[in-house]
């Protein structure tokens, strides 16, 4: 096992072959596995076939309107048992972060549509005379999805109408009681992008990497219950863990992956430098 076996593990969707475009006025806004697809024929007044693929019905004309059509083709999806875990979190859907969005969806549902999701991942680390330390956290084991594996200090999706700073401040709070005074000097250093597969279909996803440095006697505390436990080690040992394991959940590997590179701890010395830097864009 290796630092590039997380990168091919995250990022796992690089043929889409199998999917079916969904479109809504004329751009693409996910992806539809052929058998999913299937299922959205018994809503036609909801959506439509072509020859590229399923879109939405043009009777549905702005937002309000296709986020209830939608909303309630995806409770009814819910209850015949097509994805788990309702959120009760709404995402915007559209062709970027940064454009008007054309209807909100249930997070939980996304992957099934194909739908680009984007979230926040928060590096909460603390220097010592010996080196970089970094909160790592531990999943409940009754979150809907990858109870029990390692994670981001903090990280979470971000819903209709949250900005990518506002949500740093939010799930900070949440998830780990940090105070805003601390969540508030987090810096953005970058996105990263992948496409992974998994059993309920495809995430095509954008994370915004915060890196946060902390006070050496802060300790992170759940609030919300999404945490078990937290834990701070040494950078090089959460490194080793990624390398040798797959004890963390498959994208916060890559966001510490990121980190690695860039405060130098993973260097141009790896034979696997250049593969694993050219990976983290998928």
Known sequence: MSLLDRIHECHNGASLDRFLSLCDDGEQIGWLDGGFAATLAAYPEVFTFGPAGVSLSEQLTNYSTKTKAVSEVVRDLYNKGWFSGWRNELYPVGTNFYSAPFFEIERSAAPRFGIR?????????????????????????????????????????LPVGLKPRENVI???????????????????????????LFEEGLKPD?????????????????????????????????????????????????????????????????????????????
């Not at 999943?139 to 200090?153: H, I, S, V, W």
């Not at 780990?176 to 508030?184: F, K, L």
């Open 117 to 157: 999701g984007y979230g926040v991942h928060i590096n909460g680390f603390v220097r010592r005379p010996d080196g970089i330390h970094l909160w790592v956290g531990r999943r409940a084991k009754n979150k809907p999805t990858y109870p029990g594996l390692l994670d981001n200090m903090v990280a979470g999706g």
């Open 170 to 196: 939010k799930e900070s709070a949440e998830e780990a009681s940090v105070p805003p005074e601390i969540s508030e000097k987090a810096q953005s250093v970058g996105v990263i992008t992948y496409k992974h």
């Open 206 to 282: 954008v994370m915004f990497i915060f890196d946060m440095e902390l006070p050496s006697d802060f300790v992170p505390r759940s609030t919300d219950g999404e945490m078990e436990s937290f834990q701070m080690l040494p950078a090089e040992e959460v490194m080793e863990i990624c390398a040798e394991t797959t004890d963390f959940k498959f994208n916060c590997s890559v966001v510490n992956i990121d980190f690695f590179i860039r405060h130098g701890i993973l260097t141009s010395d790896n034979p696997e430098y250049l593969e694993i830097v050219q990976g983290l864009h998928g």
